[in-house]
């Protein structure tokens, strides 16, 4: 081929696509860790350094188009995240993370409208989902004191950890329930035992205010946990106990409905931990089944419980789980035969890795939620007797020596991740 070619796309194929109304090539290439690009341009991305934010145009119109390239091959190491700067990306709302992160990628925007924005249609096998961003705030609520009594209060954490001072409850008092984050800024409350075992449920909106009882749906249990799923904030609940052991899951939608039973997968147990990894997957862990037991179920992207995974890690129940990092979890403390503090931290593909040496008071029948976007806190539980101490988790899984007790100790309570604003 001879000649030069000008203004056109590169398509994976080889062949060259004209572009709508030009494509004018930036000369310079980009390294910095943000840029701010223009409608009709085309930009080389070198990510050699640092990973880089591109800002797309706050205004656009139908056919408006954009194109980046991975001018260095290094996207893989640091990625490329897009910032649609209050227009919609693929349909979604521009609080939704948009990476790109393959080796040599290249990416062909056009805007569509103001329903589905900028929409990818190169051939170029480049179109991520979008990520749905993390929670910055979390609750603990409901629980038992050390009277033996149950409550209905909440402790509000905020988006630097800090955990808030008892506020007056809201729904029924009941012990061992447990919570979810799900509507992605929402969170919800479900199943425990009230005088009996229930499976009411207490949605949670994103300013952390708890509503009164909704009215059980599904079969009623207590030991229960709850992980979020997919991308548009479903969530489920599964395993417990119903007076006997169970496997069953009840799947809650992006409204916060909670579905009716769907028969169990895995081996039915109670006292586990459900976290959230991978962007769009979760995983059930631990638990008490005929004995203590340390195996996993992973969860996929719409909802299906998969078969256990064989146990690595300290066997053993009353453990609580968060997700940490943007995209992974961490499973932690519990009662093997007597407290323990240890941890074990859950990669990206959902991969539970061995005992991390336990940091913080050794306790059980704890809860833990994600805060801040990419961080963990564990809290409360039972030592000798109940507490509120906590223990903080940075964005690398490290969990951090106690902090001193807020709120009215107690355990067998539940948490859960709500709220985008900081």
Sequence with gaps: MSGTVVNNVARASGTIAPTVAGLDWSAAVVTASTVTVEAGKGYFINTTSNACTITLPAEAEIGDQIVIADYARTWATNAVTLDSNGLKFQG?????????????????????????????????AVANVPVPPNTQRGLFA??????????????????????????????????????????????????GTTGSITGISNLVNNSGVVAADTAAVGTARNDTAGAGYGTTGQALFAFGNTGSL??????????????????GVGTARR????????????????????????????????????????????????????????????FGFGQPSENTG???LVNSSGVVASNVSAVGTARRSLAATGYGADKAIFAFGYISAVTGISNLVNSSGVVAADVSAVGTARNALAAAGYSLSA
Excluded at 110 to 120: A, I, R
Excluded at 246 to 263: E, Y
């Design 342 to 344: 240890i941890t074990n």
């Design 271 to 330: 006292k586990l931990g459900a976290a959230k990894f991978g962007v769009d997957k979760a995983i059930f862990g631990f638990g008490l089944a005929s004995s203590a037991t340390g195996v996993t179920n992973i969860v996929n992207n719409v909802g299906v419980v998969a078969s256990d995974v064989s146990a690595v890690g300290l066997a053993r129940p009353d453990v609580s789980a968060a997700s940490y990092g943007g995209d992974k979890a961490i």
């Design 246 to 263: 169970t496997s069953i899951k009840n799947l809650v939608n992006s409204s916060g409905v909670i579905g009716s039973d769907v028969t």
């Design 142 to 191: 409901f629980g038992q004191n050390g009277s033996n009594a149950r409550v209905s209060l909440k402790n509000l954490v905020n988006s630097s950890g800090v955990i808030g001072s008892d506020v007056t409850g809201v729904g029924s008092t009941r012990v061992n329930t447990s919570g979810t984050t799900f509507g992605i800024d929402k969170a919800i409350i479900a199943f």
């Design 92 to 124: 979604e709302t521009d609080a939704y993370i948009v990476n790109y992160d393959t080796v040599g990628q290249s990416l062909n925007i056009v805007f569509s409208d103001s329903t589905k924005g900028w929409l990818p249609v190169s051939d170029d």
